[in-house]
């Protein structure tokens, strides 16, 4: 049963402010909780579910505080538009202060605003075996619950630091920084990166010029016909598939 | 001034059914009008806009049907949650019956059904010079305002045919056919192609077994971590900019 009080604090976790205020934050659905319990256990600190989906999941439960919610209950805590078996209260990861940049490559996200975008940059930066990610402080928050959802699972395999990207680069002496921009050295002709920054800008104004000045490398996707743009996402991954 | 009648009638074309027997789209906001007018505006039958969008794009608009309205009469019939400064009615684009896979590359599209997703599969496949794609009969509707909105003016430049995707890949004979998935040959380590059909699958459930028995060659995006899938439009973007 959930408590009227408890329903409460789960549906202040929608507000920034409150995710932070407790270091927690929600994720909902079968297959993210599961990848959640599977990837760092530790972190998953209460579950509220559905009976059917505690019956199936017994074993990956093991240790962990579970609630049996019903279905009506659920409705009233998710975040989602259609609520999915179960929620989780996650501890937020932490990520320690200082991120070695040698040896490896680094995801800089400058001003990337969408939920969907930022939790598909995530995926994708996992799936191509990225570590980290370094994103301005005015970029979305990887614990809104859209981003959450986005992610589908990566969130618990990716680092994301938020910094004051200005001063962060400035401070990166001894390393490459590629900008992703609409002209610059064609991505399909480079070699395969095995360190390197990699800026990415906000999904209508591109990069800030501030940031731009601290890039030695434009890299850009060649355009062959007339299309405007191409989603923050899909550059993110076209780029990654190149370099990587 | 907005008649009501007429309101009522663009309110309707939100609904496949008609749009289909109208045969017109609605395409909103400055950037995907002036693309529009610019590209096919034999295509853009009537403007609904408000008076400074009018007058600052007089040199386009000579011979088309133009209404100015209010801020507050557009809102009502915008399917955008903010409306933007204009909307147009436009003939959807005449396809023909046949069309020619020989010499270039041919996109299908088997189920895609977020209306996002298809939208921006059109502007990624604009960007890469493709000019068609085929749909399977159950895949979002390409005049949905959702998919027109993501596509960006591009739904203007790519040819888009929807049909029953067995038949019609079956009569493919002389050209090879590749199948996108989570298992094939490196799409990296692939030569560009002068032709071919590429298929993508639905956003869950991939390829069905009908169509992926049709195809010459599997074909994958290398995952280097435990990343579960990546989207369908990102898939679809590092794929053609590897292979076009």
């Known amino acids: 049963?959930?408590?009227?009080?408890?329903?409460?604090?789960?549906?202040?976790?929608?507000?920034?402010?409150?995710?932070?205020?407790?270091?927690?934050?929600?994720?909902?659905?079968?297959?993210?909780?599961?990848?959640?319990?599977?990837?760092?256990?530790?972190?998953?600190?209460?579950?509220?579910?559905?009976?059917?989906?505690?019956?199936?999941?017994?074993?990956l439960l093991a240790k962990t505080e579970i609630t049996e919610i019903t279905a009506a209950e659920l409705e009233k805590i998710s975040q989602l538009s259609t609520s999915n078996k179960v929620l989780a209260l996650v501890k937020q990861f932490e990520t320690g202060k200082e991120l070695a940049v040698r040896g490896k490559i680094t995801l800089v996200l400058d001003c990337i605003q969408d939920p969907g975008n930022m939790g598909t940059i995530i995926r994708i930066a996992d799936w191509f075996g990225v570590e980290q990610i370094v994103c301005s402080n005015d970029s979305a928050d990887i614990y809104n619950p859209k981003v959450v959802q986005a992610t589908m699972g990566s969130i618990a395999r990716v680092k994301v630091f938020y910094s004051e990207l200005k001063e962060w680069l400035a401070k990166q002496k001894d390393i490459r920084i590629y900008a992703t921009m609409l002209e610059g050295q064609d991505v399909s002709t480079m070699k395969k990166l095995s360190e390197g920054i990699i800026i990415f800008g906000n999904e209508s104004k591109g990069i800030s010029d501030e940031i731009l000045q601290l890039a030695n490398v434009k890299i850009t996707i060649l355009r062959k016909r007339k299309a405007e743009s191409l989603n923050a996402a899909v550059a993110a991954g076209i780029i990654l598939s190149h370099i990587c």
Chains 1, 2 share one sequence.
């Open 1 to 59: 049963m959930l408590v009227k009080q408890k329903a409460k604090y789960i549906q202040t976790l929608g507000q920034k402010k409150f995710r932070q205020q407790e270091g927690v934050f929600i994720a909902e659905g079968p297959k993210l909780v599961k990848e959640l319990l599977e990837e760092n256990k530790a972190a998953v600190k209460e579950i509220y579910a559905l009976k059917d989906w505690i019956d199936e999941n017994k074993k």
